[in-house]
Nanobody, 123 residues
């Protein structure tokens, strides 16, 4: 089971750190993706960290977001800096158990999903 947390209401330019916690399995053996979905829009890939520690980012968040993993806590983080109103969405974390190469931004690649956490960026 996955659980995303850490969302909230912030102002443009602020930072938030989202957490994706797992129960029942070790995240370090899975590729973990972060997705977001804004009202009226399709779910889009934001970032991912592979089981080998390789990281991927959407162009829209490169340089502002950082994905990391703490194996001792079994948590994956998404540090979000310089937040913009267009970052407003429900954020989800997901796990891909297949191993090997994967299309990190394709939600069909992931077989475990957590409940989302709302991020609202507004002045």
């Amino acid at each position: 089971q996955l659980q995303a947390s850490g969302g909230g209401l912030v102002r443009p330019g602020d930072s938030l750190r989202l957490s994706c916690a797992a129960s029942g399995f070790a995240l370090e053996y899975f590729d973990i993706g972060w997705f977001r979905q804004a009202p009226g829009k399709e779910r889009e890939g934001v970032s991912s960290i592979s089981d080998a520690g390789r990281t991927y980012y959407a162009e829209s968040v490169k340089g502002r977001f950082t994905v990391s993993r703490d194996t001792s806590k079994n948590v994956v983080y998404l540090q979000m800096n310089s937040l913009k109103p267009e970052d407003t969405a429900v954020y989800y974390c997901a796990a891909n158990s297949a191993g090997g190469p994967y299309l990190w931004g394709l939600f069909a690649e992931y077989d475990y999903w957590g409940q989302g956490t709302q991020v609202t960026v507004s002045s």
